[in-house]
């Protein structure tokens, strides 16, 4: 880790135990999938690197993976998350060009989000990352690779992922590769 360029560090809500509990709402979460303290991975990463200095200019994009579930269970409660719309995906795949309002936007929206229907795990979060890696380097990042919870058979009605590509052009772009940006 000490000798990457960046890093995706993907979160799992159904593991977060404030996230979880608002998941709770929308689906039954089975009692296999183990909930913990949110900062057990961020933690457990930043516990390989045996050099912190080494990690400061680089880009970390926390990711929440399965952002549907988090959302339908915010929506099921009678909230929501203004501006983080499923309908809507990466603008890089419509335009050829990343956004980094949107980036910006969607870091500051999932975070005010996490601060306020999940007890301030926005700011922890981000305070332990910015300790590390430096403010400007850290991004929050809201995914879904399937889009849906799958049926009860497991299958799946319809395929529509959410936003996957942008934590890895961000990070790519940190790194100093380029793209076209609007």
Same mark, same amino acid.
């Given at each position: 880790?000490?000798?990457?360029?960046?890093?995706?560090?993907?979160?799992?809500?159904? =593991? &977060?135990?404030?996230?979880? $509990?608002?998941?709770?709402?929308?689906? *039954?979460?089975?009692? #296999?999938?183990?909930?913990?303290? *949110?900062?057990?991975?961020?933690?457990?990463?930043?516990?390989?690197?045996?050099?912190?200095?080494?990690? $400061?200019?680089?880009?970390? @994009?926390?990711?929440?993976?399965?952002?549907?579930?988090?959302? #339908?269970?915010? !929506? @099921?409660?009678?909230?929501? &998350?203004?501006?983080?719309?499923? !309908?809507?995906?990466?603008?890089?795949?419509? =335009?050829?060009?990343?956004?980094?309002?949107?980036?910006?936007?969607?870091?500051?929206?999932?975070?005010?989000?996490?601060?306020? %229907?999940?007890?301030?795990?926005?700011?922890?979060?981000?305070?332990?990352?910015?300790? @590390?890696?430096?403010?400007?380097?850290? $991004?929050?990042?809201?995914?879904?690779?399937?889009?849906? #919870?799958?049926?009860?058979?497991? =299958?799946?009605?319809?395929? $529509?992922? %959410?936003?996957?590509?942008?934590?890895?052009?961000?990070?790519?772009?940190?790194?100093?590769? *380029?793209?076209?940006?609007?």
């Amino acid at each position: 880790l000490e000798e990457s360029s960046g890093i995706i560090l993907l979160l799992d809500p159904y =593991t &977060i135990d404030p996230m979880r $509990k608002t998941i709770e709402n929308a689906v *039954e979460v089975s009692d #296999n999938v183990a909930s913990s303290d *949110e900062h057990h991975v961020l933690q457990r990463l930043l516990d390989y690197v045996s050099d912190a200095s080494k990690l $400061k200019g680089k880009p970390l @994009a926390l990711t929440f993976s399965k952002i549907d579930a988090f959302i #339908n269970g915010l !929506e @099921a409660s009678g909230q929501s &998350i203004p501006g983080i719309d499923l !309908e809507s995906n990466s603008t890089f795949l419509k =335009t050829g060009k990343f956004s980094l309002a949107h980036v910006d936007a969607i870091d500051s929206t999932l975070l005010g989000a996490l601060n306020e %229907y999940c007890d301030g795990l926005g700011l922890r979060l981000r305070t332990t990352a910015e300790s @590390a890696f430096q403010e400007q380097n850290v $991004k929050m990042f809201a995914v879904s690779s399937l889009g849906c #919870n799958p049926n009860a058979d497991y =299958t799946l009605d319809v395929v $529509k992922p %959410y936003r996957v590509l942008d934590p890895l052009i961000w990070v790519l772009y940190k790194m100093g590769f *380029e793209f076209p940006v609007e």
